[in-house]
């Protein structure tokens, strides 16, 4: 239960009191700043305060946005502010300071709260706090100074229906054309029924989760009509994944649990799927896991590309170029908004594919659809931002070139060999030159020599020094966000390449595992660093060796086992599995922690 405190009695007929309660807000009434301080104090300190103005007007979802997200320390609207408990010392020095308005009745007596409200929403953000200010659009939320501003208030909150806006609202603003005219339209009241009923964003995810899962089973079967229901299922899984994210918007119930799971089930579910069809094609004798993990690194490194060039360019200046003004001149025409959205095959689009293909052809012809669609999307995009990166003179921010190493993920192995190389010189070269060196020198080698061969732990060597000259430095560089994508290319198509010339017949879907688990790992720093709490404790990349230091382990496993193709899988195997407990241990207990950040996914497609 929370705390309200009114500033005074409400007004006669006003709803105020109720639609508070309704909130989950425990009411009380003040006489004046004085005791509206006496009132706050004596709230447990662990949680949220409200203070409202007993004259307020306004649509019970604009007091829903303003004073139960809880993602923000606090928020404020005309006539009410809110501070979570992280902002109470704040809002109680502000009580303290900020004094009745001029006409009052005697020191410290509360004749205009709304005043009052936004005097203490202002000394907040002149204290440090950030005051989230909910973008209300048609809601009403303002404080009437006389009858006839109340009756005009009450007028334009009839006018408008909040339930229709708040259901709007529930959709994502920006999604592609698949998920926004095919799944929103009737998904938003799918959420609507699930909050009704008490259901919470987390089991909404889970539910999706375990259709995904239930798919994947369906299309190892192997079996046509597996098939069938393997797609249906997977289009009633993505209904489910849009409708999770619209319950938290529509019901404000966003929590660091749902964080976590909205960050990794979309990853689990598709990759889940990618090995329910290769084990289905397996039973029907075709040989697929070579194409599932192609289809695996190429997702997960498009994304990467995603996850780099946005942190790159986060908080920096002088963000304009040529190419971004004529993005944005084509935003202006309807359909090259959509045209755009869908070349890219997000995420609906993607999925509805996946679903129709393996419906109606086969594994094989699913996954060289989507390795084509996907490489292509990769392809526009990288080379879009390619553009806006050369032609615009943006300055990186500490912030930003400490976000591209921690996406860098480099270990003990390169951190050595950047103080080194970085003496002699290396480093002086751009940070993306020595990283494409690196993985064009790696990923020769291991295409180019037989499995085993002596050479490619030489070129996997050459791949540690010039990866740790690459980080020697700030990652400023025009083009340094393309150094983590670099080297997840490296680091997984090595894993593919070595497993797939192995010859032995589980080598790939060990391989397969050990990329899972590694792009587990590389998801939840991006997710972390999202939240604003930085990339995952040193030890972590540590212990996981870094990507130089896998990649390197890989090649030698690889020339030591190259007459030994069971024990390779094995070792594989084994890598998997030690990666993916370490990093699943790690990742629970940070996710499940007071301290972990409400992260939701708002803008991304992919």
Request: proline share 5%; charged share 15%; with cysteine.
């Amino acid at each position: 239960m929370s705390t309200a405190i009114l500033t005074g009695p409400p007004a006669p007929g006003s709803s105020l009191d109720g639609d508070l309660r309704s909130l989950g807000f425990d009411v009380r009434i003040a006489s004046g700043a004085e005791e509206a301080g006496a009132l706050l104090a004596a709230v447990p300190a662990g949680e949220r305060v409200a203070l409202v103005d007993p004259r307020f007007v306004g649509h019970l979802h604009a007091l829903r946005l303003t004073l139960t997200d809880p993602r923000f320390p606090a928020a404020a609207a005309p006539g009410a502010l809110t501070a979570q408990p992280e902002a109470r010392p704040a809002l109680a020095r502000a009580l303290g300071t900020v004094s009745a308005p001029p006409g009052a009745a005697g020191t410290g007596t509360v004749t205009d709260a709304g005043v009052l409200t936004d005097a203490l929403a202002d000394a907040l953000d002149a204290d440090g706090v950030s005051v989230h200010r909910p973008q209300l659009g048609t809601l009403v939320a303002t404080v009437p100074t006389d009858a006839e501003a109340r009756h005009a208030a009450r007028v334009a909150v009839d006018a408008v229906d909040d339930e229709a806006v708040r259901l709007r609202s529930a959709v994502k603003a920006h999604d592609g054309f698949f998920t926004t005219f095919f799944i929103s339209p009737y998904s938003r009241y799918i959420a609507r029924w699930c909050a009704r009923r008490g259901l919470t964003p987390n089991q909404v995810t889970t539910a999706s989760l375990l259709t995904a899962l239930i798919a994947a089973g369906c299309a190892a079967t192997g079996e046509r009509g597996g098939y069938i229901a393997a797609g249906v299922l997977l289009l009633v899984s993505f209904v489910l994944d849009c409708t999770d994210g619209q319950l938290a918007r529509y019901a404000l119930k966003y929590s660091t649990m749902g964080a976590w799971l909205d960050a990794t089930f979309d990853r689990a579910k598709e990759y889940a799927f990618y090995a329910g069809l290769a084990l289905g094609a397996a039973r029907d004798g075709d040989d697929v896991w070579a194409l599932a993990l192609g289809a695996m690194v190429l997702m997960t490194c498009r994304h990467v590309v995603d996850f780099s060039f946005n942190e790159a360019n986060h908080d920096a200046t002088a963000n304009t170029s040529p190419t971004a003004a004529l993005s944005s001149k084509l935003d202006s025409v309807g359909w090259t908004v959509w045209a755009r959205r869908m070349i890219i095959l997000p995420i609906g689009e993607r999925w509805a594919m996946i679903a129709v293909l393996t419906a109606a052809t086969s594994p094989r012809i699913v996954f060289w659809a989507l390795i084509i669609g996907c490489a292509f999307g990769a392809c526009y995009t990288t080379a879009g931002r390619v553009l806006r990166s050369l032609t615009r003179k943006a300055k990186r921010t500490d912030r930003a070139a400490q976000a591209l190493a921690d996406l860098a993920d480099s270990g003990p192995l390169a951190g050595l060999a950047g103080r080194i190389f970085g003496r002699a010189g290396l480093a002086m070269s751009p940070a993306f030159v020595l990283a494409f060196v690196a993985a064009g020198v790696l990923i020769s080698a291991v295409l180019g020599r037989p499995f085993g061969d002596a050479g490619t732990v030489v070129a996997a060597c050459l791949y540690v020094m010039f990866a740790g000259a690459a980080v020697a430095r700030p990652l400023k560089g025009a083009l340094d966000w393309l150094v983590p994508p670099l080297f997840r290319a490296a680091e997984y198509t090595t894993v593919l390449v070595l497993a797939a010339r192995s010859d032995a017949p589980q080598a790939l879907p060990a391989a397969f595992g050990l990329v899972a688990a590694v792009a587990y790992h590389h998801y939840d720093t991006v997710y972390r660093i999202r939240g604003g709490t930085g990339a995952p404790p040193a030890w972590l990349v540590r212990v996981t060796g870094g990507h130089e230091g896998r990649t390197l382990l890989v090649t030698v496993l690889a020339a030591l086992l190259a007459d030994r193709g069971d024990d390779f899988t094995l070792a594989l195997t084994a890598l998997a599995v030690a990666v993916a407990l370490v990093v699943l241990v790690e990742s629970i207990r940070f996710w499940v922690s007071a301290g972990a950040p409400a992260v939701h996914d708002e803008g991304e497609t992919a």
